[in-house]
C-alpha cells in the first residue's frame, strides 16, 4: 500500500527491486561511474540533460554515505522554521534517481527546491552552474564512509550482500560500488570547492558542533533564524532524535540508514593492511590538497 510519504514509497521500491537483485548483476555503468540499477536508469540520466536549475534551488552534493540524509533534515527544519509549513518532499530528493519524467514534475514545484546528488562534480547538470544555484557539498572521511557503505549493504535485508568486509573493502578501492570512487568524487570537486555559489561542510565538524553547522547552513541558504531556534533545530537533528523517528520518516530502511552516526567506526573493521592501502591513495590523490587539508585526515583517519 502506498504510503503518505513519496520518500518512503521510492525507497520501498527501490528495496523491492533489490530482492530480486543479485550483487553480480546490481551496477549498470553510465559515463564510467556504477550506478545501482535498483535507483537508476540510463533513460532518467538521458532525461537529466533537460533538468533546469533555479537560483534558488539548493543543492546538496555528497558521496554516498557522508551524511545527506542528515543534512536533508536539517533544511527542512530551517525551511519550516521560517515559512511554519512542513517541508513534504514532492519527490524522492536525490536528483538522479526515480522515473524520467520527474523532471517534468518538478517544473511545477515551488521554490525553494531541496535537491540532493551523489554525482560527481562534472556529471552535474550544467544548468545547476548556469544559473547559480547554491550547492552544499558534504564530505565525510573515507574510511568510515567506506565502513558506513558496507554495513548498509550487508545489515538490510533486502539489500545485495558482499561476502566479506574485505571483499567490499577491494570494491571500494576499485571504485566499484554505486556511484563509484570516492577518490575521483573528492579530486573532481577538489578543484571546486571555492567556486562561487559552492559551500563545503565536514560531518565530524557538523558531528562535533551541531548548532554551528546548521547556523553556517542557515547563511548559506539565506535563513535568519534566532538562537532559540538554532538550539530547537540542534536538539532535533541529533543521531538520536533522528534514528528514534527513523522508521517514520524513511520507513523499514530508517533503522539501517541512521545505523550509529560515529566518527572513528572504521577502527572496528579496517585491518593494518587496509589501513596503510587507504593512508596511500588519500596522499596519492589529496595530500597538499585544498580538500585534502579540509578533510582533517590526520586527526579522523590516522589517530
Ligand atoms: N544526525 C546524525 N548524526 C550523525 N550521523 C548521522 C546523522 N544522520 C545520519 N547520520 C549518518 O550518516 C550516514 C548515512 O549517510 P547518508 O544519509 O548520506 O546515506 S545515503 O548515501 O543517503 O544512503 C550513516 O552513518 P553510519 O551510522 O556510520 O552508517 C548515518 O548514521
Not at 525551511?79 to 518538478?106: H, N, T, V
Request: a negative charge; one cysteine or more; charged letters at 25%.
Amino acid at each position: 500500500m502506498a504510503s503518505e510519504s513519496k520518500f518512503i514509497d521510492y525507497i520501498d521500491e527501490a528495496l523491492e527491486k533489490s530482492k530480486e537483485t543479485a550483487l553480480s548483476r546490481l551496477f549498470f555503468i553510465h559515463q564510467g561511474i556504477p550506478y545501482p540499477i535498483t535507483m537508476c536508469t540510463s533513460e532518467t540520466f538521458q532525461a537529466l540533460d533537460t533538468f533546469e536549475a533555479r537560483s534558488d534551488d539548493m543543492v546538496l552534493a555528497s558521496y554516498p554515505k557522508c551524511g545527506s540524509n542528515w543534512i536533508l533534515h536539517i533544511i527542512s527544519e530551517l525551511i519550516f522554521a521560517e515559512s511554519k509549513k512542513k517541508y513534504e518532499y514532492p519527490e524522492f530528493p536525490i536528483l538522479e534517481c526515480g522515473d524520467p519524467e520527474k523532471y517534468q514534475r518538478m517544473k511545477q514545484f515551488p521554490s525553494p527546491r531541496v535537491l540532493a546528488t551523489h554525482l560527481h562534480y562534472d556529471k552535474l547538470p550544467g544548468s545547476i552552474f548556469k544559473n547559480k544555484a547554491k550547492i552544499l557539498v558534504i564530505f565525510r572521511n573515507p574510511k568510515d564512509t567506506a565502513v558506513s557503505f558496507f554495513h548498509f549493504h550487508n545489515d538490510v535485508p533486502d539489500i545485495p550482500s558482499y561476502g566479506s568486509w574485505d571483499e567490499f573493502f577491494r570494491q571500494f578501492m576499485k571504485g566499484q560500488v554505486s556511484w563509484g570512487s570516492y577518490f575521483d568524487f573528492a579530486v573532481n570537486w577538489n578543484k571546486h570547492l571555492d567556486d562561487e555559489n559552492v559551500k563545503f561542510i565536514l560531518y565530524e565538524d557538523l558531528k562535533k558542533n551541531l548548532a554551528a553547522g546548521i547556523k553556517q547552513n542557515a547563511e548559506l541558504f539565506g535563513f535568519s533564524l534566532t538562537g532559540e531556534q538554532i538550539q530547537t533545530i540542534s536538539a532535533q537533528s541529533t543521531f538520536q532524535a533522528m534514528r528514534a523517528k527513523s522508521q517514520e520518516t524513511h520507513g523499514a530502511v530508517g533503522p539501517f540508514l541512521f545505523r550509529k552516526g560515529e566518527v572513528g567506526d572504521w577502527k572496528n573493521l579496517f585491518s593494518e593492511t587496509q589501513n596503510q592501502e587507504m593512508d596511500a591513495k588519500f596522499k596519492e590523490c589529496l595530500a597538499g590538497t585544498s580538500l585534502g587539508a579540509k578533510l582533517k585526515y590526520e586527526s579522523y583517519c590516522q589517530a
